[in-house]
């Protein structure tokens, strides 16, 4: 019935158009009756977290419910923008300027440490250094992003400048947008590739990595951690939970303090049938990654063979399939690109990011679990850092404390980690970026 929808491309999928390269693989590793780390989610974060304890010398075990490396490190746009998201929230206010710095600049060392971790396990993924344009939906937004600029450069020790309405078309082929910001602490990889390898990277060095299998519950008793799943009960030494966007499940959840304190929303992707060279090149100069300020963002990007657009965005705050959100996001697309509109679409797909109230990513242990999630959709360097770190302090390896540790978790009376609220927020939060944009 999709071929029919006019927008829809002769042989259109709804699933993620990085697994016509990289579709996860499926494993068929046993449960083993223990282990010595226990990681309760194949993401970015526990597959990092895994590589890293491996090269300390701990036994560790990934379980996933899916296949390793199904949900949002395959599925996200494939942006890496290090700790730009929280360098652009107002943290002392809270922390206080100098505990602001420590977060923002532990952050912002999540951009080179991806980068290393790519470069040292030889990990083929598309990776480049591109920068980013984020574009001012108002004219306010542009002075926002004005009075930030030099603390993003400042943080990220690379330059970001302002790029006036005049300039922008030497970084983005539009005029939708009243001007914007270019940072160069951005680059861009194919999200599967890199879920692929980094997977391929920490069984290479021993993690035992294990696909289907639901972990409902973790009890500890004495010394060793019960883990309860749909194959049967694992005992562990230490337990690891990074479920990030998936952490509420009613069929388990492994963690539900930690699912509490998340908020799992639906990002959606589309992929456009193959565009002649000349226009993604006139489309994205530079072939940067690209972002907008409203509330309720678009990003969107050339895919890494430069012959495809992918734009993804919050299509919907209600639950919504591939298929039904595809138009909102081409009509999205259309109005930054009209000479995109008889454009089709090959692909769409969602999955599951996860915000939380301060805005912050966290690692820490509550009641003897590590726990490692909140990227705020901006994961795939954060993610890769914050299990990097966890693993360090299950390990007692970490040579100083990370400033993301341990910081205040908050969540909110009654709040359970289903956000029912969402469509009342989203609706909110879309109609003041319609009064941002006529003020202007």
Not at 28 to 46: E, M
Not at 128 to 142: P, T
Request: charge should be positive; glycine fraction near 12%; aromatic fraction near 10%.
């Amino acid at each position: 019935m999709t071929d029919l929808h006019p927008l829809f491309a002769p042989g259109f999928k709804a699933r993620p158009w990085w697994w016509e390269a990289a579709e996860p693989t499926a494993r068929d590793n046993g449960l083993p009756d223990h282990t010595a780390v226990a990681i309760v989610g194949g993401g970015y974060a526990g597959l990092s977290a895994a590589l890293t304890l491996r090269r300390l010398g701990h036994q560790v075990t990934v379980l996933d419910a899916e296949r390793i490396g199904w949900g949002a490190s395959s599925r996200n746009g494939g942006m890496v923008s290090g700790g730009l998201k929280v360098a652009s929230t107002g943290l002392a206010a809270t922390y206080g300027a100098e505990g602001a710095r420590r977060i923002t600049e532990a952050a912002a060392a999540s951009f080179p440490f991806i980068e290393e971790t790519i470069a040292r396990e030889g990990i083929d993924c598309d990776y480049v250094r591109c920068g980013r344009y984020l574009g001012a939906w108002s004219r306010g937004h542009y002075r926002a992003l004005e009075g930030r600029a030099a603390w993003i450069a400042e943080v990220t020790g690379l330059p970001a400048e302002m790029v006036p309405p005049a300039r922008q078309r030497d970084y983005l082929g539009s005029d939708h947008y009243h001007g914007g910001m270019a940072a160069a602490a951005t680059g861009s990889l194919h999200p599967g590739k890199y879920a692929r390898g980094l997977a391929a990277a920490a069984e290479a060095a021993g993690a035992h990595l294990v696909d289907g299998v639901r972990v409902a519950g973790v009890k500890q008793e004495g010394s060793l951690f019960r883990l309860a799943t749909d194959r049967g009960e694992v005992r562990a030494d230490a337990v690891l939970v990074a479920t990030n966007g998936y952490s509420k499940d009613p069929r388990g959840t492994a963690m539900p303090w930690l699912a509490r304190r998340l908020i799992p929303l639906n990002s959606y992707i589309i992929a456009t049938e193959e565009l002649p060279a000349e226009t993604i090149d006139r489309l994205f100069p530079g072939r940067r990654m690209i972002s907008d300020s409203k509330r309720v963002l678009n990003y969107f990007r050339p895919s890494p063979d430069g012959k495809r657009v992918l734009w993804g965005g919050r299509a919907s705050f209600r639950a919504a399939t591939a298929e039904q959100s595809a138009p909102t996001l081409h009509g999205y697309m259309t109005a930054t690109f009209p000479e995109l509109a008889k454009t089709r679409i090959t692909h769409a797909w969602t999955g599951n990011v996860a915000f939380t109230f301060d805005h912050l990513p966290h690692i820490g242990v509550q009641d003897g679990l590590h726990f490692a999630a909140g990227c705020q959709g901006s994961g795939v360097a954060m993610a890769t850092w914050l299990g990097h770190n966890v693993a360090l302090k299950l390990a007692g390896a970490a040579n100083e404390r990370f400033a993301l540790d341990g910081l205040h978790f908050p969540t909110k009376p009654t709040y359970t980690g289903t956000p029912w609220f969402l469509p009342l927020i989203g609706g909110w939060y879309r109609l003041r970026d319609h009064i941002d944009r006529i003020a202007a």
